[in-house]
Structures are given as structure tokens and as C-alpha cells.
């Protein structure tokens, strides 16, 4: 088990509603990246914070945003959500400099959207 | 085209069996090949990381890069029921200024007792 946690384990929104997912990091670890997982799928990369700051961007819409705090603690919040949306959302703890090698997942949060 | 293409299995094997996954690759520009394991309902679990190529063996698993074919492969020796997993390839490089990591889809494994 890494040090990451996250919560909810399990999520149901409507169509429209916004959600929003939260992550602690591994301890002394000060980078965090998002990752979207549709069933039968790899992970996808959302974004990734470094120093409260978004620090790179996949191919993800703007209703897709994210924080990061002083404790290196994160959320992801996601607005308008759709059926699309209906995944298990990663998130990754790391340091910084690291060439993205080394990244420690947390279990997810399982998210269906009706 | 994808950047990382993986085969999606499911893969089955008996127990005891050497089992061989593998990813190939489009873009030059990555410079590290990750493993992860990922257990059903479960976040992926790094396994090992390669940089150069050539092999990294760790206990019953080999991790092999050929960059020059763009192929990565994960070999697991005395393979056991508890490997029986999605194995999933990561590869990472710089894209738009930052580290960006990209995974394939991921082989199902099982591993037959």
C-alpha cells in the first residue's frame, strides 16, 4: 500500500452536477498528478501540480480543475459533469524532478454519472 | 495512431509459466519505461522503471527495452496465481515543458493453479 489516499471510494452524480475528489500525497512528496481510467482502459492524464500551481495539462476541458495545498494535499473537481465522465479518477504522488519514473497511486475514486 | 500500443489480452497461463508482456512505441522523445501492476478495483502499482535500454531484472521479473525497435517488454519468471493482474506500461517524456506519462491500455493477465 502506497502512503496516498483519496476519498470518495465511490461516487454517483447526475448529469450537470459537480463533483469534487480530493487526494493526500505520499509524505515528503510534492507533486501530484490526476489520471482519468475508463473501464477496459488505461490511465489518462488529466494534469499534475507542483508548488500549488498546475504544472501540465492532457487533453482535458476546462471543467476539469484542480487545486493542490500547502500540505501538498489535492482536489479535483470536475463541472457540467456527463455520462463520459463515468471512470476511476487516479490520483499520483511524486517528487518533482523525478522524469515522472516514480509515481504512487492511490486507490481512486470510482465515479458514475447517470 | 496511439503513442503506446498494448495488446489488451486477456493472457492466460499456467501456473509456473514464464510470461511475456510487451508495448511498442511511437515517440522518440520518452525517456523512461515503467510497469505498474493493477489488481482489480485497485490504483496501479509501480513494479519497476527502466531507462536506457537493455535489461533491469528484480526478483522474478525482467524489464527489457529496445529502443532502437521501440519495444518494451516485462518477462515474470515462476509465474503464480497472485500475479494474475492488468499489467499496464507507462512511458515518460517532455511534452509542452513538463513531464508528461502516458500509459497503454493494459494486458489482463491470469495465472491458472
Known amino acids: 500500500e502506497t502512503g496516498v489516499t483519496q476519498s470518495p471510494t465511490h461516487l454517483i452524480k447526475t448529469r450537470g452536477q459537480q463533483v469534487t475528489l480530493r487526494c493526500s500525497s505520499q509524505?515528503?512528496?510534492?507533486?501530484v498528478s490526476w489520471y482519468q481510467q475508463a473501464l477496459g482502459q488505461g490511465p489518462q492524464f488529466i494534469f499534475q501540480?507542483?508548488?500549488?500551481?498546475?504544472?501540465g495539462r492532457g487533453n482535458f476541458p476546462p471543467r476539469f480543475s484542480g487545486l493542490q495545498f500547502p500540505n501538498y494535499s489535492s482536489e479535483l473537481n470536475v463541472n457540467a459533469l456527463e455520462l463520459d465522465d463515468s471512470a476511476l479518477y487516479l490520483c499520483?504522488?511524486?517528487?518533482?524532478?523525478?522524469?515522472?519514473?516514480?509515481?504512487?497511486f492511490g486507490p481512486g475514486t470510482r465515479l458514475t454519472v447517470t | 495512431q496511439k503513442e503506446v500500443e498494448q495488446d489488451p489480452g486477456p493472457l492466460s497461463v499456467p501456473e509456473g509459466a514464464i510470461v511475456s508482456l510487451n508495448c511498442t512505441y511511437s515517440?522518440?522523445?520518452?525517456?523512461?519505461f515503467m510497469w505498474y501492476r493493477q489488481y482489480s478495483r485497485k490504483g496501479p502499482e509501480l513494479l519497476m522503471y527502466?531507462?536506457?535500454?537493455g535489461n533491469k531484472e528484480d526478483g522474478r521479473f525482467t524489464a527489457q527495452v529496445d529502443k532502437s525497435s521501440k519495444y518494451i517488454s516485462l518477462f515474470i519468471r515462476d509465474s503464480q496465481p497472485s500475479d494474475s493482474a492488468t499489467y499496464l506500461c507507462?512511458?515518460?517524456?517532455?511534452?509542452?515543458?513538463?513531464?508528461?506519462?502516458?500509459f497503454g491500455i493494459g494486458t489482463k493477465l491470469q495465472v491458472i493453479p
Open positions: 507507462a512511458m515518460s517524456g517532455v511534452s509542452g515543458g513538463y513531464q508528461k506519462v502516458t
Open positions: 509524505s515528503g512528496h510534492n507533486t
Open positions: 515517440n522518440s522523445a520518452f525517456q523512461y
Open positions: 501540480y507542483y508548488r500549488e500551481e498546475e504544472n
Open positions: 499520483a504522488s511524486s517528487l518533482v524532478g523525478g522524469g515522472g519514473r516514480e509515481q504512487y
Open positions: 527502466t531507462y536506457s535500454s
